[in-house]
């Protein structure tokens, strides 16, 4: 997971830095009266088509390899557990109230207290929480884990996976 997020920030600062040097050229070459027919405008756009092709490439794909890397329990209407159960109630009340398709919901098991959303498509969108996080706050403060169920069920609303991968791009 480590090499990826690296990979990540370094290519978005490489398309930041570029994008920047890029109107940094034309605001000097405006400001100074420079003219020149060397503005790289089909390079631009070819690197800003291939960065769009990138992001999609990588919401897909890291989607995939988050599923396989997370030894995920996917919870649903049929679970065994109350605990289960009720967690089902409780992401399911907060996706009708935002009038949103239920997300798939899965648990791992992880000491940290983290809940997450991943998934590339509006309809394939998953909630991760993890076990120390419910067991800890369902029975001390359930208003809490509410909170970061509204949290999570809000970035499926706002599709902000999708954005975050689509900006990855630039």
């Known amino acids: 997971r480590i090499p ?13 830095s570029f994008i920047y040097f890029y109107i940094l050229q034309l605001i000097v070459f405006w400001f100074f009266n420079i003219k020149t027919d060397f503005i790289p405008q089909k390079e ?21 390899f988050l599923k396989k890397q ?19 109630q409780r992401i399911k009340k907060y996706s009708d109230r935002a009038k949103i398709p239920l997300p798939l919901i ?9 809940a997450f959303v991943f998934g590339f498509f509006k309809r394939k969108k998953t909630i991760i929480l993890t076990k120390s996080l ?11 884990l509410d909170s970061i169920i509204a949290h999570e069920i809000g970035h499926i609303k706002n599709d902000d996976t999708f ?8």
């Open 134 to 144: 419910i067991h800890n706050l369902l029975d001390k403060d359930p208003l809490i």
């Open 44 to 64: 631009i756009m070819f690197f800003l088509i291939f960065s769009n092709i990138y992001a999609i490439f990588y919401g897909v794909i890291s989607t995939y």
């Open 4 to 16: 990826i997020l690296i990979y990540r920030q370094i290519s978005i600062i490489n398309i930041v």
């Open 106 to 114: 899965g648990v791992v098991d992880q000491r940290e207290f983290n």
């Open 163 to 170: 954005v975050s991968n689509f900006l990855s791009g630039f």
């Open 70 to 88: 997370l030894s995920i329990k996917y919870i649903n209407e049929n679970s065994n557990t109350i605990i289960e159960k009720n967690i089902y």
